[in-house]
């Protein structure tokens, strides 16, 4: 866990760069994270330089014999602020472009730039960076999302930040496998992808979650310990988890660097994260072994706003659904993007679910009629605030077969107050505050805990927060999933008394008041 001293490193970093002029929340994170990669480069370098020296066991390096000066180790120790300026910026960053190993940064480093013009306040941010415990696994994950939290400013497109919970949320519900592929069309900063690894990470270790492995050098005695966490995986699924479970998308090169970063940190050595309009015919072209039946698990919050031309969209999502809204589109592609059994947590707004239009109604007819359709969680419609107040639902659906009831959960309290500070409503006896409270352990353990036999029962109480309504009763009803439809309100009948004893009340209140004005008016 991230300690109030590193937190304070970073808010003093935060805070040097707005005194800097460098004032944009996504500008920070970025040139924050290039050095952040500048370093981790150095680390590995390190690291494997000692493991060749124990073992005899070569690498490719990644700096040459003419570039030991590009190393963070060689360059942080440069005296003269003016010289370190101009050689992180004409040479480091070079560097980048040209770096393909470690992670993949290829598509989206090739156009990184230095944007720090202030001699003296790169010199106090390599600084404040050297000084983070970036060799600590189980702190530069923490260290990063709490960077991450400092971005407060809404991008393009509808894009923002999905609060940190509502993934929890969504990602406990659907509980990845360790052998399965999880993607992300529309993945911003990773959330969903990061959370998916610290998922895998609680589920699958001990108390402790360590495992040390020797491995043995030339001579036949054990040359190092490898520590990994999840000891209740095997190495295969280790490694399936490090280097080909995690598949994320964008096109906003910004994010995908903090994306690539993000699961780096978090210990995904080789996140597979690309610049690409998911929703677009070159996502087919390009990466056709992914764009269809390739995923066990899609994560998804995307972009809720916009319409696009329909002859920018690959062809078969519109065979799906003929719109141009976003929000249909994305629904339509997450389907062909899971495997037959694949399932997803997608967040929608809420017109998705009782919108009248052609579109909408097939969309959903889709949804209930030929796959099945889980689950449908109503959200508050403050929980994106102060980014944005519409009004969402998640919608929890399987690839294929037929849906038979629909499960649905009406959320009024996510465990912030809707307005928009959205301020932590819960604390536990250290008077800490709570990330996951109010309705979000509810709805995770009605979720775990539902019963299906009691569908077409009088123990479906459809008060609840919590109840289960059947597909002919939702295509009789236009698909439509608007929980408000299904749902019925409990109202408890008001006693009043007669109105002649009310009357009597009134007249002796009444001539009580002219008693005391009679008194008054003797006064004067």
């Not at 479906?460 to 009803?477: C, H, K, L």
Request: net charge negative; glycine share 8%.
């Amino acid at each position: 866990m991230i300690t109030g001293q590193l937190k304070n490193k970073i808010d003093r970093l935060w805070l040097e760069f707005w005194q800097g002029g460098i004032a944009n929340p996504l500008t920070v994170i970025e040139q924050i994270t290039f050095l952040m990669f500048a370093r981790l480069l150095d680390i590995n370098e390190t690291r494997d330089e000692k493991r060749q020296a124990r073992t005899g066991k070569g690498f490719t390096p990644r700096f040459g014999g003419d570039q030991q000066h590009l190393r963070w180790s060689q360059f942080v120790h440069e005296g003269d602020p003016d010289r370190l300026l101009a050689l992180v910026r004409d040479e480091v960053f070079k560097h980048f472009r040209g770096h393909t190993g470690d992670i993949r940064f290829g598509d989206y480093m090739k156009d990184a730039r230095l944007v720090i013009e202030k001699p003296s306040l790169l010199v106090k941010a390599i600084q404040m960076i050297n000084e983070l415990p970036l060799e600590s696994g189980d702190t530069k994950g923490d260290l990063y999302e709490y960077l991450l939290s400092k971005l407060t400013t809404a991008g393009i497109n509808g894009q923002f930040r999905t609060p940190r919970h509502i993934i929890k949320l969504m990602v406990r519900m659907l509980d990845p496998k360790p052998e399965e592929k999880v993607a992300d069309p529309a993945c911003g900063t990773a959330g969903f992808l990061v959370n998916c690894m610290e998922h895998l990470l609680e589920t699958y270790s001990s108390e402790d979650g360590v495992i040390r492995e020797e491995i043995e050098g030339p001579d036949g005695k054990p040359a190092e310990a490898v520590t990994y966490t999840g000891d209740l995986l095997d190495q295969a699924q280790w490694s399936h988890i490090k280097t080909a479970m995690f598949h994320g998308f964008d096109f906003d090169n910004t994010m995908l660097r903090i994306a690539a970063m993000n699961l780096y940190m978090h210990g995904v050595e080789d996140p597979d994260i690309h610049y690409q309009d998911t929703l677009a015919q070159s996502f087919a072209d390009r990466f056709p072994v992914k764009e269809k039946d390739a995923f066990d698990v899609v994560l998804a919050n995307p972009p809720f706003k916009g319409a696009l031309d329909e002859d920018t969209v690959n062809p078969p999502i519109l065979r799906l659904v003929k719109t141009k809204k976003t929000e249909l589109l994305f629904v339509a592609q997450i389907l062909r993007m899971l495997k037959t059994g694949g399932r997803s947590a997608t967040i929608v707004p809420q017109g998705v679910l009782f919108g009248s239009s052609k579109a909408h109604q097939a969309l959903r007819a889709l949804l209930v009629d030929d796959n099945q359709l889980e689950a449908v969680i109503n959200l508050p419609s403050g929980v994106f605030k102060p980014y944005a107040g519409v009004a969402t639902a998640i919608l929890i659906f399987t690839k294929g077969g037929q849906t038979d009831h629909v499960w649905f959960y009406d959320v009024q309290d996510d465990g912030y107050s809707l307005d928009d500070k959205r301020d932590v409503l819960y604390r536990d006896e250290q008077g800490r505050p709570l990330s996951f409270a109010g309705d979000m352990p509810k709805v995770l353990a009605a979720w775990q805990q539902r019963d299906k036999a009691v569908a077409e029962t009088d123990s479906n109480d459809r008060t609840a927060p919590s109840f289960w309504v059947s597909r002919a009763e939702i295509a009789a009803n236009k698909y439509d999933l608007s929980i408000n439809r299904y749902k019925e309100v409990a109202y408890d009948e008001e006693a009043y008394d007669p109105p002649r004893e009310i009357l009597a009340r009134m007249k002796a209140l009444e001539a009580e008041i002219m008693k005391d004005m009679n008194e008054l008016g003797g006064m004067l």
